[in-house]
């Protein structure tokens, strides 16, 4: 993880060892830790909100390749389809991130890391009544090769998605990870990875069960990367990602009287080419530079009908090219130091777009505290859908743009950084929908969100592994000052692990606050209550690389809605094992 103090960046890492202790399985579990983000939950579908801002707002990464989905509405990550196996570790770089990320990075970027194993095997078995887990990974090195196989396979049997029903939604989800790194000398590598995930997940209408509609999600994901070093100054990589995903949509009538029916397909594809570089002047001053280029595609057709009468949408092949140069240039000096950096990108037809980013940071003598401010822009382009919808679509759209103002105070004891920020995001000229006209505008109005950021982290300290607190309290309202829905008024979460001689223990608690949200069946703006519900993991070492462990979700089995109409997790038994060999 980059030091906290020698960068502008609003930065959490959560670990390898946080992760393992708590027992995370998922990576909206995962992000459940980070107070500045919230996922809701709804129609089998996971949407992330940092910070305020809309879900499109957000880059998430694994391994540096895009999960944004471009046929989505506004571009949102696909997180729901992501096997929860071999990550090392998660970053996640808060406020607006346009001169190094590009588009769709106002509220902040998430990379997914997973694990370079040189050589060994791991298992992982996990069971829990009508939901089981299997998970193995094989690594070996051959020469200068070093390649690695993951699978993983994941049935989840045990809830209904809507509140007050009794059908169960299954959620079967199955991921295959191949890696292959070589090292041609000590100045080059080559480094490449592919997964492919497939997600087949029961879903219900917006307030009742529907025992004959699902969904089928399957995405590819793959990168190849070289790495050299040129001199003693210069390091440079180039590489190429591609993200191309299917969902397919599919609802029958369950009885002669059901008028619901559905036969959807979703496919989307992005192609990006890149190079950067990183010159090192002297230790105190560096400069990173370099271009990329990203194409995305898609089309889709969905037909249907509902209680409202047959509907049909449908978009033909579409695409958008955007390329993009940039460089950022960063001095530490004992006076003040400083991060300034611009991209400059081209985008839709023709349309350009500049961003910038200004971070100035320093210790403050006397009380040893480091003070950061930063300034920074972002922006995003309409998506495929709100572009070339067929009945909704506007090909005429200006990007969405953003600023972040940050202010921050770090203070570092002998295990312990704490970390206070406030920030202020600004999103303008959004691209929202008009229900009068029917189709996609930019509003040219403003919507804000502010609020308050602390943190606490400890290092390991004899039987403590890790503590971690982080808070945040937001305020999010439109032009018109209304709060945002399914934004929460504060975020609380405390973890904890802690090792006694074979064993070892993880604690999660996570608390939400009040939220705005719309009524499924009477579409009125309703108010949701704040929730706090707890994890625990408990893990026996057997032997040396062997280990069973018991993890308890939702401890207490508090009942609670993450949105309107549709359920929070209930309490959940799981026993595991592990073993590397």
Same mark, same amino acid.
């Given at each position: 993880?980059?030091?906290?103090?020698?960068?502008?960046?609003?930065?959490?890492?959560?670990? &390898?060892?946080?992760?393992?202790?708590?027992?995370?399985? @998922?990576?909206?579990?995962?992000?459940?830790?980070?107070?500045?983000?919230?996922?809701?939950?709804?129609?089998?579908?996971?949407?992330?909100?940092?910070?305020?801002?809309?879900?499109?707002? $957000?880059?998430?990464?694994?391994?540096?390749?895009?999960?944004?989905?471009?046929? @989505?509405?506004?571009?949102?990550?696909?997180?729901?389809?992501?096997?929860?196996?071999?990550?090392?570790?998660? !970053?996640?770089?808060?406020?607006?991130?346009?001169?190094?990320?590009?588009?769709?990075?106002?509220?902040?970027?998430?990379?997914?890391? $997973?694990?370079? *194993?040189?050589?060994?095997?791991?298992?992982?078995?996990?069971?829990?009544?009508?939901?089981?887990?299997?998970?193995?990974?094989?690594?070996?090195?051959?020469?200068?090769?070093?390649?690695?196989?993951?699978?993983?396979?994941?049935?989840?049997?045990?809830?209904?998605?809507?509140?007050?029903?009794?059908?169960?939604?299954?959620?079967?989800?199955?991921?295959?990870?191949?890696?292959?790194?070589?090292?041609?000398?000590?100045?080059?590598?080559?480094?490449?990875?592919?997964?492919?995930?497939?997600?087949?997940?029961?879903?219900?209408?917006?307030?009742?069960?529907?025992?004959?509609?699902?969904?089928?999600?399957?995405?590819?994901?793959?990168?190849?990367?070289?790495?050299?070093?040129?001199?003693?100054?210069?390091?440079?990589?180039?590489?190429? %990602?591609?993200?191309? %995903?299917?969902?397919?949509?599919?609802?029958?009538?369950?009885?002669?009287?059901?008028?619901?029916?559905?036969?959807?397909?979703?496919?989307?594809?992005?192609?990006?080419?890149?190079?950067?570089?990183?010159?090192? /002047?002297?230790?105190?001053?560096?400069?990173?530079?370099?271009?990329?280029?990203?194409?995305?595609?898609?089309?889709?057709?969905?037909?249907?009908?509902?209680?409202?009468?047959?509907?049909?949408?449908?978009?033909?092949?579409?695409?958008?090219?955007?390329?993009?140069? /940039?460089?950022?240039?960063?001095?530490?000096?004992?006076?003040?130091?400083?991060?300034?950096?611009?991209?400059?990108?081209?985008?839709?037809?023709?349309?350009?777009?500049?961003?910038?980013?200004?971070?100035?940071?320093? $210790?403050?003598?006397?009380?040893?505290?480091?003070? *950061?401010?930063?300034?920074?822009?972002?922006?995003?382009?309409?998506? *495929?859908?709100?572009?070339?919808?067929?009945?909704?679509?506007?090909?005429?759209?200006?990007?969405?743009?953003?600023?972040?103002?940050?202010?921050?105070?770090?203070?570092?004891? &002998?295990?312990?950084?704490?970390?206070?920020?406030?920030?202020?995001?600004?999103?303008?000229?959004?691209?929202?929908?008009?229900?009068?006209?029917? &189709?996609?505008?930019?509003?040219?109005?403003?919507?804000?969100?502010?609020?308050?950021?602390?943190?606490?982290?400890?290092?390991?300290?004899?039987?403590? !592994?890790?503590?971690?607190?982080?808070?945040?309290?937001?305020?999010?309202?439109?032009?018109?000052?209304?709060?945002?829905?399914?934004?929460?008024?504060?975020?609380?979460?405390?973890?904890?692990?802690?090792?006694?001689?074979? /064993?070892?223990?993880?604690?999660?608690?996570?608390?939400?606050?009040?939220?705005?949200?719309?009524?499924?069946?009477?579409?009125?703006?309703?108010?949701?209550?704040?929730?706090?519900?707890?994890?625990?993991?408990?893990?026996?070492?057997?032997?040396?690389?062997?280990?069973?462990?018991?993890?308890?979700?939702?401890?207490?089995? &508090?009942?609670?809605?993450?949105?309107?109409?549709?359920?929070?997790?209930?309490?959940? /038994?799981? *026993?595991?094992?592990?073993?590397?060999?």
């Amino acid at each position: 993880p980059t030091q906290m103090d020698k960068t502008g960046d609003t930065i959490r890492v959560i670990t &390898k060892t946080e992760l393992d202790n708590i027992g995370v399985k @998922s990576l909206s579990e995962a992000l459940g830790l980070i107070a500045n983000v919230s996922v809701s939950k709804s129609g089998g579908l996971d949407t992330l909100f940092m910070r305020g801002l809309h879900s499109g707002s $957000t880059k998430v990464l694994i391994n540096g390749i895009e999960l944004n989905d471009p046929i @989505s509405t506004n571009g949102q990550p696909m997180i729901n389809s992501i096997a929860f196996s071999a990550v090392d570790r998660i !970053e996640v770089v808060s406020g607006a991130k346009g001169t190094i990320h590009g588009a769709a990075s106002q509220a902040g970027v998430i990379n997914i890391i $997973t694990n370079t *194993l040189v050589a060994g095997n791991e298992l992982n078995v996990e069971y829990a009544g009508s939901d089981y887990k299997v998970n193995g990974n094989i690594a070996r090195q051959i020469g200068d090769y070093i390649f690695s196989i993951d699978g993983f396979y994941e049935t989840d049997d045990s809830e209904s998605l809507v509140v007050n029903t009794t059908e169960i939604d299954k959620r079967n989800l199955q991921s295959i990870a191949f890696s292959l790194n070589n090292s041609t000398s000590s100045k080059r590598k080559i480094s490449t990875f592919y997964t492919f995930n497939n997600l087949h997940q029961d879903l219900d209408n917006s307030t009742s069960d529907d025992i004959n509609y699902f969904v089928s999600t399957h995405q590819h994901l793959g990168s190849i990367q070289f790495d050299y070093i040129v001199n003693s100054k210069l390091l440079s990589k180039v590489g190429y %990602t591609k993200t191309y %995903t299917i969902r397919d949509y599919s609802n029958t009538p369950d009885s002669a009287s059901d008028l619901n029916e559905r036969d959807a397909k979703y496919k989307s594809n992005i192609d990006r080419v890149f190079y950067n570089s990183k010159y090192s /002047f002297n230790s105190q001053n560096d400069i990173i530079f370099g271009a990329d280029v990203t194409n995305e595609s898609g089309s889709y057709v969905d037909n249907g009908s509902s209680s409202f009468g047959p509907y049909q949408s449908n978009q033909g092949n579409s695409d958008q090219l955007r390329g993009g140069i /940039f460089a950022q240039y960063q001095n530490e000096n004992k006076l003040i130091s400083s991060q300034i950096g611009s991209r400059l990108e081209r985008y839709g037809d023709n349309k350009t777009m500049l961003t910038y980013a200004l971070s100035f940071f320093r $210790t403050i003598p006397g009380i040893d505290t480091t003070a *950061l401010v930063n300034f920074r822009t972002g922006y995003r382009p309409g998506s *495929l859908y709100e572009r070339f919808n067929s009945s909704a679509g506007n090909n005429q759209l200006d990007a969405e743009t953003s600023l972040t103002s940050e202010y921050s105070l770090l203070k570092s004891l &002998k295990f312990m950084q704490f970390k206070f920020t406030y920030f202020k995001n600004y999103l303008d000229n959004s691209i929202e929908y008009n229900y009068s006209t029917f &189709k996609y505008y930019n509003s040219g109005e403003k919507t804000n969100a502010s609020g308050f950021e602390f943190s606490a982290q400890s290092n390991a300290y004899k039987n403590i !592994e890790f503590i971690r607190l982080d808070a945040t309290s937001l305020d999010a309202k439109n032009s018109t000052g209304n709060p945002l829905l399914k934004r929460p008024d504060y975020k609380v979460s405390l973890s904890s692990g802690l090792k006694f001689n074979k /064993f070892t223990t993880g604690l999660a608690i996570i608390a939400t606050g009040d939220r705005k949200d719309i009524d499924p069946q009477t579409y009125a703006t309703v108010d949701m209550s704040s929730y706090v519900y707890a994890n625990f993991k408990v893990n026996y070492q057997l032997q040396n690389k062997s280990n069973v462990y018991l993890k308890i979700y939702n401890i207490t089995n &508090k009942k609670y809605e993450i949105t309107k109409g549709y359920n929070g997790q209930s309490r959940q /038994f799981y *026993l595991g094992y592990e073993s590397k060999f």
